[in-house]
């Protein structure tokens, strides 16, 4: 069945789409609708049609192996999208057999490149593209979709950036108009990657059915000269429209996503910092949706934190409460992060007024205060009210003011982190937090190499982008990675399977606690804050089901039949309705 009621296919004989024209289309009405799957009675039905010696199993490793001997991850990316394309239950058996391996190339930092690339390796339609010029008629362009009864999750996205200006303190981004992925500016249609990686990973990561899946790419239009020059450039030819136009066509395309898509999950992914704020407060309490570059990115740090700070008290004998929190970088990434750490201190017995004294911001200006200022909207929450004296510019004064336990990086500005300011944090920590969460590798903040030796290994570190493990006085030490991929899996699928009416705080918090529990014995003897991205399908099922029970207490889950379900028959259900390549 697909997820939603939805989710196990019967086993079928699959095969390359170079037979789609010789055989049958899959039958089983829950197929994926691609044509490259078909099912047979019997094994027969494929003489003549594949060489004599053909196997599955033999086909996976030659799959492998030619995987393997591309040069470059973008090559490496264009041969997965093929694959998909040719046989979608070998890309994904490849996904999960080797997903170390696998995920940072159909997500960051590979998709990056294949965003500035898109429209040059184009090679077929995948997802839907709705544009301005479809406003008035939106609804009969999201029934061009094929899927429309089995779709149960969109990752739609719209990557703008504002132009001339690189807005450094932007991280990652995961929804799609093209505004500004991974920090790298309007990348208008050609942020599409992105909306097909990401839902390429809820597949993989939580089982949910391919045919379930819908990437979505906004084209409002585009400031980008160079892609507007580009004469292969997919996208609309024109700049950007207003804010005013634009939320007109949102409100169009969301009123028409729930007509067309009753049942479906919406999540943005990279809008620009306004505009994800503002659609995330517009949307949430009248559709089911959320954005991962907001609650998604702040539920996995605060899961991270969560263990990385138990280790610093560990060592420095600090209550848990006592913890202070310094952000660099200000934008939606940032403020979304700490919005989620309040729960943090919360969780400790703080009130909301009490953690977020716990929590500074830093931005293009240095730190964010009252006394400096008009700030933007989304700045002023945790803008100090403390402080007013004159602007503290330099990122290591503003350490000297604050004498933070965490620092974390979600500004794209490479190496900002350098020797002084890390070897400052380790002479106020026994044990400093370090979190450089922006993505890709090249706009780290610091390196987990250099962190180490600054520190002389006693940094508690996570990254946005995977780093090697670093051998440190004959140890080995393990770096983790903040992704995303931890969470929105287990968020997606428990609140499909819930029904959910809409996607509360507190289904997004209990997704960050119960990712903070996952650790194993091991994982925690190699002081990982983490764990291992080879779990992700059992964690992304107890997830799920933490998902699920926010769901109902907070009364927006309208699948009543799990509520009598005790948690041992619940785990069993959600595991059973994800779907195995």
Excluded at 35 to 49: E, Q, W
Excluded at 302 to 312: D, E, H, M, P, V
Excluded at 490 to 517: F, H, N, P, Q, Y
Aim: proline share 5%; hydrophobic share 40%.
């Amino acid at each position: 069945m697909l997820i939603g009621s939805l989710t196990t296919i019967p086993s079928a004989k699959v095969i390359p789409y170079w037979f789609k024209h010789h055989v049958l289309r899959q039958k089983d009405k829950h197929t994926d609708g691609h044509a490259s799957h078909y099912s047979f009675d019997t094994p027969l039905t494929l003489k003549g049609l594949l060489p004599p010696a053909y196997d599955e199993a033999t086909h996976f490793q030659r799959s492998l192996k030619q995987l393997r001997s591309k040069s470059s991850p973008l090559e490496k990316y264009i041969f997965l999208s093929q694959l998909k394309d040719a046989n979608v239950h070998a890309f994904y058996k490849l996904c999960a057999e080797h997903l170390a391996e696998i995920t940072p190339l159909i997500y960051t930092p590979t998709v990056g490149d294949a965003c500035l690339n898109y429209s040059h390796i184009y090679r077929r339609p995948e997802g839907l593209y709705v544009s301005i010029k479809d406003k008035g008629n939106i609804g009969e362009i999201l029934q061009h979709w094929p899927h429309t009864e089995e779709a149960r999750i969109a990752v739609v996205t719209d990557v703008t950036h504002n132009p001339g200006h690189l807005d450094r303190f932007l991280m990652q981004g995961l929804n799609h108009s093209g505004s500004r992925i991974l920090g790298l500016g309007d990348l208008g249609v050609n942020g599409m990657p992105i909306s097909i990686g990401k839902l390429s990973l809820y597949v993989a990561g939580a089982g949910i059915h391919p045919s379930s899946t819908l990437p979505i790419c906004l084209d409002l239009g585009t400031n980008n000269e160079k892609f507007l020059e580009d004469p292969l450039y997919l996208g609309l030819r024109q700049k950007r429209v207003s804010d005013e136009e634009m939320t007109e066509f949102m409100d169009e395309f969301m009123r028409e996503m729930s007509i067309h898509f009753p049942k479906l999950l919406v999540q943005f992914e990279d809008f620009s910092t306004d505009h994800a704020f503002k659609y995330l407060e517009l949307y949430r309490n009248k559709y089911t949706t959320f954005n991962d570059d907001i609650q998604g990115t702040g539920a996995v740090i605060l899961s991270g934190f969560i263990n990385a700070a138990r280790l610093s008290s560990a060592a420095s004998g600090q209550p848990l409460e006592e913890h202070r929190i310094l952000f660099f970088g200000a934008g939606s990434a940032g403020v979304g992060v700490a919005k989620q750490l309040l729960s943090f201190f919360k969780l400790e017995g703080l009130s909301e007024d009490e953690a977020r004294e716990r929590i500074w911001l830093v931005d293009s200006q240095g730190l964010v205060y009252d006394e400096r200022g008009k700030l933007p909207e989304h700045k002023k929450y945790f803008s100090r009210k403390d402080y007013t004296g004159p602007p503290i510019k330099k990122l290591i004064n503003v350490i000297d003011y604050v004498k933070p336990t965490a620092l974390l990086g979600l500004s794209t500005v490479k190496d900002a982190f350098d020797e002084v300011v890390v070897k400052r944090l380790a002479e106020l920590n026994p044990r400093p937090i370090i979190f450089p969460l922006s993505n890709p590798v090249r706009l780290s903040e610091v390196e987990f190499k250099s962190a180490v030796e600054w520190t002389n290994g006693k940094v508690i570190f996570a990254s946005g982008s995977p780093f090697d493990p670093v051998e440190y006085e004959n140890k080995t030490l393990y770096g983790g990675q903040g992704n995303n991929m931890y969470i929105f899996p287990g968020l997606g699928l428990g609140s499909i399977l819930a029904k959910a009416s809409s996607v509360t705080d507190t289904m997004v918090e209990a997704s960050s606690l119960g990712l903070a529990r996952s650790l194993t014995k091991d994982e925690e003897d190699d002081g990982l804050v983490y764990p291992r991205i080879e779990r992700i399908r059992e964690i992304s099922a107890q997830i799920a089901v933490d998902v699920i029970r926010a769901a109902q207490k907070a009364g927006v889950s309208r699948n009543t039949a799990l509520k009598d379900k005790s948690e041992v028959d619940l785990k069993e259900w959600v595991v059973s309705k994800m779907w195995n390549a």
